[in-house]
């Protein structure tokens, strides 16, 4: 089956990443399809490669690229919504003036209409939040 | 954009302010219009007080997005289901909701009702007839 993902809570507060990691992980050693993984609402907090995590812990955001590396994974933030939250790539940045960017490479930033294609494309989506 | 046709139906949950929820519900909508999906909205629970009339939100600082509800006519989303018991469990009527409409160019732009208040168990079969179900 071919699913697409949403996420609409940040990591660590909430247990929203975690979940959608852990199923998206199982239905690829399934075999299933993850036609994309999209990030919204604080969400967009999960695509940021300065996160530090103590040693102890899971690092949601590394877990999430590595499952990416693995499978050829489409990790897409909410541009709206990461404009908000201050997640910035190179584009964001020049186009907005800023002097940093923290999105983690294995993620990118793109529009709405990639939720709404990867519902449209997919057999089934799955939202992760409260 | 796509040549498959779904039913997408947007699940609002959460009162307008307090959380973004409802907010960035509707730029999803707004911006799934220009897919050609056939388009429901529903309002369950808090999401009842997304569409009462006469917000007013100078005094909490935030933008008042309630107006944008009116325009989703244009934009052919024209089905709103709203939940009976929730408006009862919440001491409102539909009375208390805005006037929502659009235009039906197949009947000579006659105004008609985007509204329609429905049961929780006219809900439920609302929801499972869809082919997408954004939660919000």
Redesign the interface.
């Known amino acids: 089956m071919k699913f697409a993902i ?1 996420i ?1 809570e940040g990591p660590y507060q909430h247990q929203a990443s975690d979940s959608a990691y852990l199923f998206t992980r199982t239905a690829l050693e399934k075999g299933h399809e993850i036609f994309r993984v999209f990030f ?2 604080d969400g967009v907090g999960n695509g940021t490669r300065l996160t530090t995590p103590p040693q102890d812990d899971r690092h949601i955001v590394n877990r999430w690229a590595e499952l990416a590396e693995k499978y050829g994974l489409d990790l897409v933030v909410c541009v ?2 990461a404009q ?1 939250r201050g997640l910035v790539d190179d584009g964001e940045a020049e186009r907005n003036g800023k002097d940093a960017t923290n999105i983690h490479p294995k993620f990118r930033i793109s ?3 990639q ?3 990867a ?3 997919s057999d089934r ?1 799955v ?1 992760f ?1 409260d | ?2 040549e ?1 046709i ?1 039913n ?1 139906l947007y699940l609002n949950r959460r009162a307008p302010y307090g959380t ?2 409802a907010w ?1 519900s509707l ?2 909508v707004l ?2 219009a ?2 050609d ?1 056939k388009v429901s909205l529903a309002f369950v629970d808090d999401g009842v007080f997304q569409i009462v009339k006469g917000q007013k939100t100078e005094q909490i600082g935030m933008k008042n997005f309630s107006p944008t509800y009116s325009a989703l006519g244009d934009y052919d989303v024209n089905q709103l289901y709203v939940e009976r018991e929730s408006l009862e469990e919440r001491g409102l009527t539909v009375d208390d909701l805005m006037h929502l409409t659009w235009e039906d160019e197949d009947e000579d732009w006659a105004e008609k009702d985007s509204i329609r208040v429905v049961s929780r168990a006219e809900m439920a079969e609302i929801i499972t007839q869809q082919d ?5």
């Open positions: 949403q609409n919204y609402h709206a919504a908000r529009g709405l209409g939720l709404i294609e519902a449209v494309q989506l939202v939040g | 954009m796509s498959e779904k997408f973004i929820y960035e730029e999803v911006i799934g220009a897919f999906q997408v179900v954004f939660s919000f």
